[in-house]
């Protein structure tokens, strides 16, 4: 009889633990959404890329952020998934930039993160294919101008 209150006072404190202490670790771990997917690692200043992920509440509202600043603002489906297609700002500077997904999951806030490499937008022009037809003209134009003399002579 005496043993009786000591294993009931240890049972109600496991009750209360596992109350208290369950709920904080599950957060803590649901807290995480996956890495968000890009089209690409490498993108450029004005170029489009998508996004991909999983880890949010469906249908939650999903913020997809560059360097912080939101740039759209999608929803997820009713199994959490979010795509969408996100626009490089013209502004970015060439180098490595923070891509960062906020959505509500099921025990609160969640983010997933990413980084993408800015390059050096291309300028100029591809005149490869006017050079190699000019050559051409000039060498079919020498040509033509030596068999005309021998025609001649």
């Known amino acids: ?10 049972t109600l404190l496991g009750v209360v633990l596992v109350s208290v202490v369950g709920p904080a670790v599950g957060a803590a771990h649901a807290q995480e ?59 970015a500077v060439p180098g490595s930039h923070r891509i960062t997904v906020v959505c509500a999951g099921a025990n609160g806030q969640v983010t997933g993160a990413t980084t993408v490499n800015i390059a050096l937008p291309r300028t100029g022009s591809n005149t490869t294919p006017l050079t190699l037809a000019a050559i051409l003209l000039v060498v079919v134009g020498g040509l033509m101008s030596a068999v005309r003399r021998r025609l001649i002579i």
């Open 1 to 10: 009889m005496r043993g009786r209150p000591i294993c009931l006072v240890f």
């Open 33 to 91: 959404a996956s890495v968000p997917t890009l089209t690409s690692a490498n993108a450029s200043a004005g170029g489009g890329e998508d996004i991909s992920g999983t880890g949010c509440a469906a249908r939650a509202s999903v913020q997809i952020q560059f360097d912080g600043a939101v740039l759209v603002t999608t929803r997820s489906t009713a199994t959490g998934r979010y795509r969408a297609h996100l626009i490089i700002p013209v502004s």
